[in-house]
């Protein structure tokens, strides 16, 4: 694939995983989401990661923060993923591997950015 295309394809999945995770953040940090409370779960712990949602897709939109917050999204989607799974909502589990493999491809291209820099 040309580089500019990889570019084109790697921002259309950086602005797909920014509003999915601004809206899920803004939806717990609303209280909209009750599932993890009724689960168990404290109700800090749901804005927390509230919180997290947000500050992950804020820092997917800048290249020396990518890989990290690449990282830290997969690692919040299994553990919600488990979650779901736990208490079998299959589809929610669908959804949050889905996002860990868009966040895959997104820290596959800018490995590969970075490669080509020089700076991996």
């Known amino acids: 694939m040309p580089q500019r295309s990889q570019q084109i394809f790697l921002w259309i999945l950086i602005l797909l995983l920014c509003f999915q995770f601004v809206f899920s953040g803004a939806m717990r940090l609303s209280g909209r989401y009750t599932d993890l409370v009724i689960w168990g ?3 800090s712990l749901v804005s927390f990661i509230g919180l997290l949602d947000i500050l992950i897709a804020v820092c997917l939109l800048f290249s020396k923060v990518r890989l990290v917050s690449s990282i830290v999204l997969i690692a ?21 591997v889905a996002s860990a493999g868009l966040a895959l491809i997104v820290v596959w291209y800018s490995r590969e950015g970075l490669y080509a820099q020089g700076k991996w």
């Not at 919040?76 to 949050?96: P, R, T």
């Open 41 to 43: 779960y404290s109700c």
């Open 76 to 96: 919040s989607m299994l553990w919600q993923g488990y979650n779901y799974l736990v208490h079998q909502e299959v589809a929610f589990v669908m959804i949050d």
